[in-house]
């Protein structure tokens, strides 16, 4: 094996150490972060009569910023643009009731959940309606796009229409004018962001809940860029935090009658 020469040997060496220095100044300390967040998935995020964001996300956002002890930004941005988001740095993570898949996990880095409820489909019907691919044979189903809800009609239901909306209120607002037949999402979001509204009078949930963790995940998480491991350790911490010392329930109580945080 041949050897460097001493001085070139020092030479690297001192390379090294000042690679490491400049990584160490460039690494962020994490006492700002810019969190992106949707504003249009009630009860989850929405944005108020006030033009100010809320809802859960949006009060978990802010409380586990609170346990990390760092300033939080909140970034309004469109679903199907999340990811890319991310990537480009518009913002440092994502608040958005975003299932961890396996899918996703190639592209982003997830914390541990921070809460997980089935889907369910919602039309005119009850509990015993037949929502199988050959009960829907031939109807408008509605869902968001991009979303975890779309790639798991469009697998199963081949001889539905799947008709895709930018954001979940409008695929609301075009059921309940007639113009699709049912919608798949998340059963806590369709119960308070339509079903317990006005304009879900008439609609009930169809068929039982749906956990297909193959499409659906195991629950939903704050997706980070894959670089920033430091920041999704402090967001872990946080989640822990925030459950053990009565904060996370707190939260929860102001929207939901049950544990959301799931098994």
Known sequence: MQRRPLFI?????????????AALAQA???????????GAYPPFSEVGTDGKLKGFDIEMALALCAEMKAECTLVQQEWDGMIPALQAKK????????AITEERKKAVAFTNKYYNTPARFVGKGNASTDVSPAGMKGKKIGVQRTTIHDRYVTA??????????????EVY????AGRVDATLG???AED?????????????????????????GDGSGIAIRKADTAL????????????ANGGYKKIQDKYFDFDVFGK
């Not at 913002?91 to 975003?98: G, K, L, Q, R, T």
């Not at 199963?156 to 209120?169: H, L, M, N, P, W």
């Not at 999704?232 to 459950?243: E, Q």
Request: glycine fraction near 8%.
């Open 192 to 216: 308070g962001g339509f079903l317990k509204r006005p304009i879900g009078k008439g609609f009930s949930f169809i068929g039982p809940a749906i956990e297909d963790t193959k499409f659906f």
């Open 156 to 169: 199963f239901y081949k001889d539905s229409e799947i008709v895709r909306y930018a954001k979940q209120d």
């Open 186 to 188: 998340d059963s806590v």
């Open 173 to 176: 607002l075009d059921m309940a």
């Open 28 to 38: 962020p300390d994490w006492k700002k972060v810019r969190i992106g967040v949707e």
């Open 232 to 243: 999704v350790d402090k967001f872990n911490a946080a989640i822990v935090s925030l459950r």
């Open 9 to 21: 040997a020092c030479l690297f060496a001192a390379l090294g150490t000042f690679a490491s220095a």
């Open 91 to 98: 913002f440092d993570a994502i608040i958005a009731s975003m």
